[in-house]
């Protein structure tokens, strides 16, 4: 079990750099479409500039800038100590090092890691989740949240999320620069065919990119389960904890669509959605997690 869920994991992070590169490359694309539409060589080179520079600061403040939005107080030992210790001891039995631990003071259950890399991670959990869950409930989620940062997955999730809001705001620059009535120049066949491609661009480029954040979190929510299972060795704890947290439809109050992937479980509340809908929420339904846990049949991930 431990062998295939590791083959997995390298398996699922080289499938990430390899989509993260793909994303980066798309965004040059644009960058060079919209240099070679608007007969600018700038644009580019203002494109590769702001990726890499979103990029950069996304690695060094994506931590703090998380926590201030969902407006996280650090947590300290003497009023949260049940936490702390648990987080203490399975920190030691996955090899990480302890990471801070921050509480949101909020009554909807729910749980997040964050950082840059395992000696700068945060794990984050609700004032809601610590009432709710008994002792092996909570180290159910911890030990999920510990996986994200020994899976090496919070860097790799900001990064997507930056790229995909950076494509955005590239896709609105070009449809707003059209409405204002940018590059009248171009009268030709040649800018009318130019004119229709920058616009399927634009159209199809944030979906596909939405796409690829919602199937790294989708899939990295399985392999955190399964990692989280190894360090516990009790995966009804885990899964009595989801069920527990979808059946609290509270929305946060705090919720927001750029960091609701890093969540344990969908931040706007647990409602039920048609299977259509289900292919573009940032977290797998809960039955399919507590049917891979329990269920007696290994998810694929």
């Given at each position: 079990m431990?062998?295939?869920?590791?083959?997995?994991?390298?398996?699922?992070?080289?499938?990430?750099?390899?989509?993260?590169?793909?994303?980066?490359?798309?965004?040059?694309?644009?960058?060079?479409?919209?240099?070679?539409?608007?007969?600018?060589?700038?644009?580019?080179?203002?494109?590769?500039?702001?990726?890499?520079?979103?990029?950069?600061?996304?690695?060094?403040?994506?931590?703090?800038?998380?926590?201030?939005?969902?407006?996280?107080?650090?947590?300290?030992?003497?009023?949260?100590?049940?936490?702390?210790?648990?987080?203490?001891?399975?920190?030691?039995?996955?090899?990480l090092p302890m990471p801070r631990l921050y509480i949101i003071d909020d009554q909807?259950?729910?749980?997040?890691?964050?950082?840059?890399?395992?000696k700068h991670a945060v794990v984050c959990v609700t004032t809601g989740l610590l009432k709710m869950l008994d002792r092996n409930e909570l180290e159910g989620v911890?030990?999920?949240?510990?996986?994200?940062?020994?899976?090496?997955?919070?860097?790799?999730?900001?990064?997507?999320?930056?790229?995909?809001?950076?494509?955005?705001?590239?896709?609105?620059?070009?449809?707003?620069?059209?409405?204002?009535?940018?590059?009248?120049?171009?009268?030709?066949?040649?800018g009318a065919v130019l004119l229709v491609i920058g616009l399927v661009l634009v159209i199809l480029t944030p979906i596909a990119a939405a796409l690829i954040r919602l199937a790294i979190s989708r899939k990295r929510e399985f392999l955190a389960d399964a990692t989280g299972v190894l360090l516990t060795r009790y995966p009804e704890g885990l899964a009595s904890a989801l069920r527990k947290i979808s059946a609290a439809p509270t929305e946060m109050r705090t919720a927001n669509h750029a960091t609701a992937h890093l969540f344990i479980s969908n931040p706007f509340g647990n409602l039920k959605t048609s299977k259509l809908n289900n292919l573009f929420m940032t977290h797998p339904p809960v039955e399919e997690r507590v049917r891979a846990l329990v269920g007696g049949t290994e998810k694929e991930i």
């Amino acid at each position: 079990m431990s062998a295939n869920i590791y083959t997995h994991q390298d398996s699922n992070i080289w499938k990430t750099w390899t989509l993260l590169a793909l994303f980066f490359s798309l965004v040059i694309a644009l960058g060079w479409f919209f240099s070679y539409y608007y007969g600018n060589s700038v644009i580019l080179y203002i494109a590769v500039f702001i990726a890499v520079f979103a990029n950069i600061f996304s690695y060094w403040f994506s931590d703090k800038i998380v926590l201030k939005l969902h407006r996280a107080k650090e947590a300290n030992r003497q009023e949260y100590f049940d936490l702390w210790n648990a987080t203490e001891n399975l920190s030691i039995t996955a090899g990480l090092p302890m990471p801070r631990l921050y509480i949101i003071d909020d009554q909807a259950p729910n749980a997040f890691a964050t950082g840059r890399d395992q000696k700068h991670a945060v794990v984050c959990v609700t004032t809601g989740l610590l009432k709710m869950l008994d002792r092996n409930e909570l180290e159910g989620v911890i030990a999920h949240e510990l996986s994200h940062i020994g899976n090496r997955d919070m860097l790799l999730s900001t990064v997507v999320v930056v790229m995909a809001g950076f494509v955005a705001l590239l896709s609105d620059f070009f449809l707003r620069s059209q409405i204002l009535g940018g590059n009248r120049g171009r009268n030709n066949n040649a800018g009318a065919v130019l004119l229709v491609i920058g616009l399927v661009l634009v159209i199809l480029t944030p979906i596909a990119a939405a796409l690829i954040r919602l199937a790294i979190s989708r899939k990295r929510e399985f392999l955190a389960d399964a990692t989280g299972v190894l360090l516990t060795r009790y995966p009804e704890g885990l899964a009595s904890a989801l069920r527990k947290i979808s059946a609290a439809p509270t929305e946060m109050r705090t919720a927001n669509h750029a960091t609701a992937h890093l969540f344990i479980s969908n931040p706007f509340g647990n409602l039920k959605t048609s299977k259509l809908n289900n292919l573009f929420m940032t977290h797998p339904p809960v039955e399919e997690r507590v049917r891979a846990l329990v269920g007696g049949t290994e998810k694929e991930i």
